[in-house]
């Protein structure tokens, strides 16, 4: 599985952007996908994920109630809409898919797309 992050860009604190990871393959509907972010000098940390179906997501304190995560399997691809926006989302982020029981860091990455929120 390849996956290919995008959407990233530079916005104002209290907008919205919608992050796309693309994946290859097939068996895609199979996976598990997560999205996690990394600011400059911070550990990665994890923001969202949703399993095969998106009936079943999960998130992080810090941006419940402000991000979705949706996948749609036809089209391969998992997204991320991110609204209300602070400066503290400022960070690369990354989208793993693994499949179930796998540990997302042992999974497949994407590259990553950067996110700048300015105040």
């Known amino acids: 599985v390849q996956l290919q992050a995008s959407g990233g860009g530079l916005v104002q604190a209290g907008g919205s952007l919608r992050l796309s990871c693309v994946a290859s393959g097939r068996t895609f509907s199979s996976y598990a996908v997560a999205w996690f972010r990394q600011a400059p000098g911070k550990e990665r940390e994890f923001v969202a994920a949703?399993?095969?179906?998106?009936?079943?997501?999960s998130y992080a304190d810090s941006v419940k109630g402000r991000f979705t995560i949706s996948r749609d399997n036809a089209k391969n691809t998992v997204y991320l809409q991110m609204n209300s926006l602070k400066p503290e989302d400022t960070a690369g982020y990354y989208c793993?898919?693994?499949?179930?029981?796998?540990?997302?860091?042992?999974?497949?990455w994407g590259q990553g797309t950067l996110v700048t929120v300015s105040s």
């Open positions: 793993s898919a693994a499949r179930a029981g796998v540990p997302y860091e042992l999974g497949y």
């Open positions: 949703v399993r095969t179906t998106s009936d079943s997501t």
